[in-house]
């Protein structure tokens, strides 16, 4: 889920825990279309989600959701162009997953502190 200000948020991924997301489910959590989707999987070649034998049918496991979630904080969030992330992934995959995983931990406890604040203020 994406917030106002465009930062990845935990939101329906990890609560319903399923083995394979289609596209459009991935599209609608990172809020994106599917079109995009596929745009991105053509010019990152890491980005190879399984498809059913004989079909062009997609199935997005945990992992390729992750990782669409570091290419969209790369591209729309930071406002990379997409050759420009394809070099930042090969050279330090490593450095821009835990990147995109400290933003989505510090995003919700933004949430968090929003929430505490408004409780507080309603007690006042």
Not at 63 to 85: P, Q, T, W
Request: glycine share 4%; hydrophobic share 40%; net charge positive.
């Amino acid at each position: 889920m994406i917030d106002k200000k465009g930062v990845i948020m935990e939101g329906n991924i990890s609560k319903s825990r399923k083995l394979y997301y289609s596209i459009s489910e991935v599209a609608d959590m990172l809020g994106v279309n599917a079109s995009l989707i596929r745009f991105w999987e053509n010019e990152i070649p890491t980005l190879k989600p399984q498809t059913i034998k004989g079909t062009n049918i997609r199935r997005y496991v945990e992992k390729d959701i992750e990782h669409l979630k570091v290419v969209y904080n790369l591209v729309k969030v930071r406002g990379f162009k997409i050759s420009a992330a394809k070099k930042m992934l090969n050279a330090n995959r490593e450095g821009v997953d835990k990147r995109a995983e400290v933003l989505e931990k510090l995003a919700c406890v933004r949430d968090e502190l929003i929430e505490v604040k408004k409780q507080l203020e309603y007690l006042t």
